[in-house]
């Protein structure tokens, strides 16, 4: 089992900047891809961004490429996502989510683990 717990959303100006961070506990985090997903109120979960385990490859969703940096320090299990440059649009529920595959995916059933997810709200 891994546990994943999020923290770092909250109200931020557009053009704002925020960091999200993701604690993992449990099995070797190292041996994990993660990724970061996120849920708009009356809209499907969608792909944000996803590392490998090493750290050396991660891909982004077309909307957030250029802005969101997703990082990992597997000393401290714990994977970052950088947002920069935020939008109206980027407001929705960030989860974290764990996958036991052997590279960085974007799809949603891959993924094994989830966090409880942190409010991001970006202001217009």
């Known amino acids: 089992q891994v546990q994943l717990v999020e923290s770092g959303g909250g109200l931020v100006q557009a053009g704002g900047s925020l960091r999200l961070s993701c604690a993992a506990s449990?099995?070797?985090?190292?041996?994990?891809?993660m990724g970061w997903f996120r849920q708009a109120p009356g809209k499907e979960r969608e792909f944000v961004a996803t590392i490998s385990w090493s750290g050396g490859r991660s891909y982004y969703a077309d909307s957030v490429k250029g802005r969101f940096t997703i990082s990992r320090d597997n000393a401290k299990s714990t994977t970052y996502l950088q947002m920069n440059s935020l939008k109206p649009e980027d407001t929705a529920v960030y989860y974290c989510?764990?996958?036991?595959?052997?590279?960085?995916?974007?799809?949603?059933?891959?993924?094994?683990?989830w966090g409880q997810g942190t409010q991001v709200t970006v202001s217009s």
């Open positions: 449990g099995r070797t985090f190292s041996r994990y891809v």
């Open positions: 989510a764990g996958a036991g595959v052997s590279g960085p995916t974007g799809r949603s059933h891959d993924y094994n683990y």
